[in-house]
């Protein structure tokens, strides 16, 4: 009975899918956190050009 639970591997492909889908979750979040920092300096340095800025009204 043990030799036969240790050959028998139908539930390998949902471990490798599930290993797969771990580490792509993961790295997706890392590089979500890479881009976001570099977004929030941008979007400051956005917010201090424009705020800088001075409008003329034409009449």
Do not use: E, N, Y
Request: cysteine-free.
């Amino acid at each position: 009975m043990m030799k036969a639970f240790l050959i028998d591997d139908s539930g390998a492909m949902a471990l490798d899918w599930l290993v797969l889908t771990a580490a792509l979750l993961g790295l997706g979040l890392a590089i979500s956190a890479v881009v976001s920092s570099g977004v929030d300096h941008l979007s400051a340095q956005a917010m201090t050009g424009v705020a800088t800025q001075s409008v003329v009204l034409f009449k």
